[in-house]
């Protein structure tokens, strides 16, 4: 089993790497693009996948770290363009389209936004848990509704993407392989952190929370950290969603968009790191593909979705490996 998980590994990062080398010898750029969008949702599903598959922790409001992220992204890429001063923050900063700037800071807000919301949430359990993160999202949404200065309902255009020193991130080519790095190096810390003593208490939490406490381990807090922890991967996603589309709207942090995200990870398969990924292709794919041919694309995914659950368990990922698989 281990040689053939590495082989599906080594498979899908080889894809990876030459995508788009292959839509540019194939004359298709437009492939590079769409890669790009897959990336940026594996990022974000591999981040819900670290608390949901990992620590049992069911979040309908991922969506909002992921819409901060880009808010972030697209107020200071706003106020930049504009030369105006960003009115809640205290002196006459004007905004900057800088990556170095941008990115750490959608990445800190999203995580601090985890850190207030995963506080309340995380002193409940079960369909409560749920409940609240898809209340918290909610609100936030509708708060960006009600900010006109930044587009309300409609959202709000980025007329410049970020920069990078010595990249342009313009070029669909050079966006992709930052995109890339970016999720390696997340799904890396993830593993990391998975096959830690903090990702085997995490596990352990799973299993039986209950016991956990009774050893003495402080449940709540290590539950905190790796919420925070996700929220801050999904900022980053968020970020880079912003400029990709070149555009950021309240409904990015929609409790629908969660739905999408858990989706992704259910089809990939939970707990797994890897899985999220292909779960994030598979359904923007099928997407990309079903929606030439009909509106009603989604009449197709149901099925697919209940075929996966039903005789997949594991997920598409644990179906290719062949046997119950965990990353440790």
Not at 211 to 234: H, I, T
Not at 238 to 266: C, D, K, Q
Request: proline residues 3%.
């Amino acid at each position: 089993m281990f040689r053939r998980k590495n082989l599906v590994n080594g498979i899908g990062l080889v894809i990876m790497l030459a995508l788009p080398l292959a839509a540019n010898a194939a004359n298709e750029p437009f492939l590079t693009t769409v890669a790009s969008r897959v990336l940026i949702y594996a990022l974000v599903a591999a981040s819900l996948d670290l608390i949901l598959g990992f620590g049992a922790m069911v979040s309908f409001g991922h969506a909002a770290f992921f819409g901060i992220g880009a808010y972030v992204v697209g107020i200071l890429t706003h106020h930049s363009v504009e030369a105006s001063a960003i009115a809640f923050l205290p002196g006459d900063w004007t905004g900057t389209t800088s990556a170095l700037i941008q990115w750490p800071l959608a990445i800190l807000t999203a995580g601090l936004f985890a850190l207030i919301i995963g506080a309340m949430c995380l002193r409940t359990t079960g369909v409560y848990f749920i409940m609240i993160t898809l209340a918290f999202a909610q609100m936030l949404y509708y708060f960006m509704i009600s900010l006109p200065t930044y587009g309300g309902q409609d959202g709000l255009n980025l007329w410049e993407r970020s920069t990078l020193p010595f990249l342009d991130l313009y070029d669909d080519t050079q966006f992709y392989y930052v995109t890339l790095t970016l999720l390696l190096a997340f799904m890396f810390l993830a593993r990391r952190i998975v096959g830690s003593r903090f990702g085997m208490v995490l596990r352990g939490c799973k299993q039986n929370e209950t016991r956990m406490k009774a050893l003495g381990f402080p449940v709540y807090r290590y539950k905190l950290a790796a919420f925070v922890f996700a929220g801050m991967g999904a900022g980053l996603a968020g970020a880079l969603a912003a400029n990709h589309t070149e555009f950021v709207g309240p409904g990015l942090m929609h409790w629908t968009r969660s739905g999408e995200i858990m989706v992704m990870v259910i089809l990939g398969g939970m707990g797994t790191i890897f899985g999220p990924v292909l779960g994030a292709a598979t359904l923007l794919m099928m997407e990309e593909t079903l929606s030439g041919f009909t509106e009603h694309w989604m009449v197709f995914l149901g099925p697919f979705l209940v075929f996966v659950v039903l005789f997949a368990r594991r997920g598409l990922y644990g179906w290719l490996v062949g046997r119950k698989v965990d990353d440790d």
